[in-house]
């Protein structure tokens, strides 16, 4: 079993950066594929980015690669999203999940996924 708590959201700017971080609790983080998922109010719940096992690699939506940086400390069981140039269409509950088949990708689905976390509010100002 693995709980995740999602914590850095908050409220910025237009070009403001943020970063995410996601703590695990439990043995089964560095098993876990990982993935940063969002919904905006009215939308699905979209995948972000994820990150293997390993760390060794990552894969993101087109919408935010070259200003998202996922990572992950398996010591710390913790995972992170660096995200930089924010837009507007950036604001969305961001979600952190994990999944013991090992996916992360952008072709994954929220239902590969097993663990989720409750969310962090990302609001980004014009």
């Known amino acids: 079993q693995v709980q995740l708590v999602e914590s850095g959201g908050g409220l910025v700017q237009a070009g403001d950066s943020l970063r995410l971080s996601c703590a695990a609790s439990g043995r089964t983080f560095s098993s876990c594929g990982m993935g940063w998922f969002r919904q905006a109010p009215g939308k699905e719940r979209e995948f972000v980015a994820g990150i293997t096992r390993s760390g060794g690699n990552t894969d993101y939506a087109d919408s935010v690669k070259g200003r998202f940086t996922i990572s992950r400390d398996n010591a710390k069981n913790t995972m992170y999203l660096q995200m930089n140039s924010l837009k507007p269409e950036d604001t969305a509950v961001y979600y952190c999940?994990?999944?013991?088949?090992?996916?992360?990708?952008?072709?994954?689905?929220?239902?590969?996924?097993?663990?989720w976390g409750q969310g962090t509010q990302v609001t980004v100002s014009s």
């Open positions: 999940a994990g999944s013991l088949r090992g996916y992360f990708g952008r072709y994954s689905y929220v239902n590969d996924y097993d663990y």
